[in-house]
């Protein structure tokens, strides 16, 4: 049997009926739009993370274009965020007029460097667009005095410091995709704010900016989560913690196992939750092959980064302008894991790197 980058069904199938029950209560109830369940998965959420309130919304995407219209951001600001992450985190901000900044990323955490953010920071700057890549807290403490929106959307249930992911920055925004550490069964997002006006804002801002749905008071969007994802998110909610728990011992027995001998490991720090395990390797696409050809699931991310994305052309970046980033965009790959993925599974992936690399001059 092949060994799959993610096993989603593998986490939840514990919870497979009390899944189904949840739905049932759902189903019977007839209520499937903003029901109790919304209401109560956004109390749970602020609690988990230590927010004064969070916003069920339909998606992560919708989740980062409604903070930055709540912010006010439009033409003539600058919003700050890596190029080595998903089109997602920059799609709102250029549909909201902004001009995107892209940084450099710091070559061992991947995520965004502080000294090539405050190197870009000036007067037009109206936001930071903080991703806490692959499950790894972005450094929020060494990053300008400037409006830090944390997207989340790979972290949810991480660390900085003592504080959740997602409850530092001004806003944060979460994706509820079915492979991200918290899961749905389909599309759903969450900001979460202590800033009350804000919060408000979105709220408004996802039911077409209304309070009532007799009084529009700003031209909003439809943009909600959905009840059943919701009656779904509240259970799982309860298991995040110990699936972030298996995820990290996961990733250290991949070292324990020898792959450091082999591959550049991802940089550990307690706070991590691993939401892929990502490598790095001149011989990316080797191991690649070889892992494909023995069933053995793996993935590249954002071989093309942002700034050299087609659609972006017109803000003026060109080959060379983030070395680190054009690096890491060939050379990284994620291996296999997920919550309750088994030692032999892992010793299976790395001896394929092993044999794949065998004879490469180190």
Not at 15 to 38: H, Q
Not at 226 to 243: K, M, T
Request: charge should be negative.
């Amino acid at each position: 049997m092949g060994i799959p980058l993610v096993d989603v069904r593998a986490q939840y199938a514990p919870l497979r009926e009390r899944v189904l029950e949840r739905i049932a209560e759902v189903v019977d109830s007839g209520v499937f739009i903003l029901g109790p369940n919304v209401k109560a998965f956004e109390r749970e959420a602020a609690d988990f993370l230590g927010t004064g309130d969070a916003v069920g919304v339909a998606n992560g995407t919708d989740a980062i274009a409604l903070v930055l219209e709540a912010l006010g951001v439009g033409p003539g600001d600058e919003v700050i965020c890596p190029a080595f992450t998903f089109y997602a985190t920059v799609e709102p901000v250029v549909h909201r007029g902004a001009t995107p900044v892209f940084c450099d990323i710091d070559p061992v955490t991947l995520n965004m460097d502080p000294a090539d953010v405050e190197a870009k920071t000036n007067r037009h700057t109206k936001a930071i667009l903080a991703v806490h890549l692959f499950g790894r807290p972005a450094p929020l403490a060494e990053l300008p005095h400037k409006t830090i929106i944390e997207d989340a959307a790979q972290a949810f249930g991480a660390r900085v410091g003592e504080r959740r992911a997602g409850s530092v920055g001004h806003a944060s925004t979460f994706s509820f995709f079915p492979t991200k550490n918290l899961f749905a069964f389909g599309d759903g997002g969450l900001v979460a704010t202590s800033d009350d006006e804000l919060a408000e804002t979105v709220r408004m801002l996802r039911f077409h900016g209304s309070r009532d749905k007799q009084t529009f008071d700003l031209v909003g969007y439809n943009s909600r989560l959905d009840e059943l994802q919701a009656a779904v998110l509240r259970l799982f909610l309860e298991e995040v913690d110990g699936w972030n728990g298996q995820r990290r011992e996961a990733a250290l027995r991949y070292g324990e196992l020898g792959l450091g001998e082999l591959v550049e490991l991802p940089a550990d720090e307690p706070g991590h939750v691993y939401h892929m395990y990502v490598v790095r390797s001149p011989e990316r696409d080797r191991i690649a092959a070889a892992l494909k050809e023995a069933d053995i699931g793996c993935a590249s991310y954002y071989g093309r980064p942002l700034h050299l994305q087609p659609a972006l052309h017109g803000f003026g970046y060109g080959h060379g302008d983030l070395p680190e980033t054009e690096r890491a965009a060939a050379e990284n790959l994620a291996l296999p894991l997920w919550a309750g993925i088994g030692e032999a599974e892992q010793e299976r992936v790395v001896a394929c790197v092993r044999e794949a690399l065998a004879g490469v001059p180190a």
